[in-house]
């Protein structure tokens, strides 16, 4: 099987078609969470999502939207748009986001937004919560989103290997366990503003980290028009 898997989408429908397209054709798309907030297309993102049968799991800002108390921990340009989702969202979108799981398992993988122990909240962001988290997997594999950086944390025998991938990045798997983080598609944060995704070959047992070139411009040209705060605008211009 060759499984796109996608995270933090972030109602960025420019830059997930872009994604989409450039992956081909697959077996399946999971996404891992945070696939609104921030962007200007909720509605669009959910319903191409449902067009394509992706399965996946609920981010922090997903729980947010549908009127969960996450909202009190955001920043106030997080917050700002929100509650501008809040009101933007229709009832398909709001139905499709409450039925999403805070963790699933698909062929083997364990799906997570955040961390495999903290679901929703925790950032996997070093060699000691990393390996608390490979700990806690009951999977070979496991995948995760939140940060919006593409890593691969892998457990050599309790000395835990950290895999920063660049474009066109592949590992081959083993028995070794690992704890995976594609990047983000709608707002990537680590300095490269093209989208990020990961491909899963299942019979070669590889992964691909990869990064593609979207219309920027035009989800900004959105996002004022709805308007949502500057700062989340200019961001995805550098890719921050
Ligand atoms: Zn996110």
């Known amino acids: 099987m060759r499984i796109a898997v ?10 997930l078609d872009t994604v989409l397209a450039a992956a081909g054709p697959v077996d399946a798309v999971w996404h891992l969470g945070d696939v609104v907030g921030y962007g200007p297309e909720p509605d669009r993102v959910v ?5 394509v049968g992706a399965v996946g799991v609920r981010g922090n800002h997903d729980a947010a939207a549908i009127g969960g108390a996450e909202i009190e921990w955001f920043n106030p340009d997080a ?6 989702t809040r009101t933007a969202i229709a009832k398909r979108t709001r139905d499709w986001l409450a039925a999403l ?10 799906l997570v937004h955040g961390s495999p122990r903290d679901p929703l909240w925790e950032y996997v ?7 608390a988290n490979l700990a806690e997997l009951t999977t070979p594999i496991g995948w995760h989103g939140h940060t919006h950086i593409p890593i691969a944390f892998r457990d050599d025998d309790g000395r835990v290997e950290v895999i920063t991938p660049g474009h066109d990045s592949t590992i081959g798997l083993d028995e070794r366990t690992v704890l995976l983080n594609p990047g983000s598609v709608g707002q990537p944060r680590d300095g490269d503003p093209r989208a990020g995704f990961a ?3 299942t019979d070669a047992a590889r992964i691909g980290w990869y990064r593609v070139a979207y219309d920027i ?20 211009s550098v890719g921050v």
Request: aromatic letters at 4%; a negative charge; one cysteine or more.
């Open 199 to 201: 491909l899963f070959d």
């Open 217 to 236: 411009e035009a989800v900004q040209a959105a996002m004022v028009d709805a308007g949502l705060p500057a700062r989340l605008v200019a961001r995805l």
């Open 125 to 131: 962001t070093s060699v000691p919560v990393a390996r």
């Open 6 to 15: 996608l995270s933090d989408i972030h109602s960025n429908i420019v830059a």
């Open 79 to 84: 917050r700002a748009a929100m509650e501008w």
């Open 47 to 51: 319903d191409r999502l449902r067009e």
């Open 101 to 110: 799981p805070e963790r699933r398992i698909e062929a083997g993988c364990t």
